[in-house]
């Protein structure tokens, strides 16, 4: 699949799932947050994914990342997932979910999910 629209809301759509599993949206959870209802969630998640799947994209990740094209997927995810982090160590409201009580377990879900995520944009998108 070569469509980024659809590598990045179909790993979205993953996402949600795996975030429902795992009981947190990490950081992702404040942008759901800001939308009362369950269909504003995922149209605000599916925005989020094809945003940054066209980042993934456009600002070369899927090229120079080393590895077949989930590894550069999780290695984007896990990169992304350390931006979310820092961003949460300086802007207490992220902070609020990316740090969450118990704030060891949300650290490492989010992480699981960020890994599920970036994976499968990268298998979802691969270049030729």
């Known amino acids: 699949m070569k469509n980024i629209v659809l590598a990045g809301a179909s790993a979205s759509l993953i996402g949600l799932v795996a975030g429902s599993l795992l009981g ?3 950081a992702w959870g404040l942008a759901l947050d800001q939308s009362p209802t369950p269909a504003g969630r995922w149209i605000i998640a599916l925005t ?9 994209v456009y600002a070369g990740f899927s090229k120079f990342l080393p590895g077949t094209a989930v590894d550069k997927g999780v290695v984007f ?3 992304l997932w350390v931006v979310t ?3 949460g160590a300086i802007v207490s409201g992220v902070g609020n979910y990316a740090f ?3 704030a060891s377990r949300t ?4 992480l699981v999910l960020f890994v599920i995520w970036g ?6 998108y691969q270049e030729s």
């Open 77 to 79: 995810g896990l990169l």
């Open 85 to 87: 982090l820092v961003v």
């Open 24 to 26: 947190t949206f990490g």
């Open 119 to 124: 994976g499968f944009l990268g298998f979802l």
């Open 48 to 56: 989020l994914g094809v945003v940054l799947a066209a980042v993934y």
């Open 100 to 102: 969450a009580d118990p």
């Open 107 to 110: 650290v490492f879900l989010s």
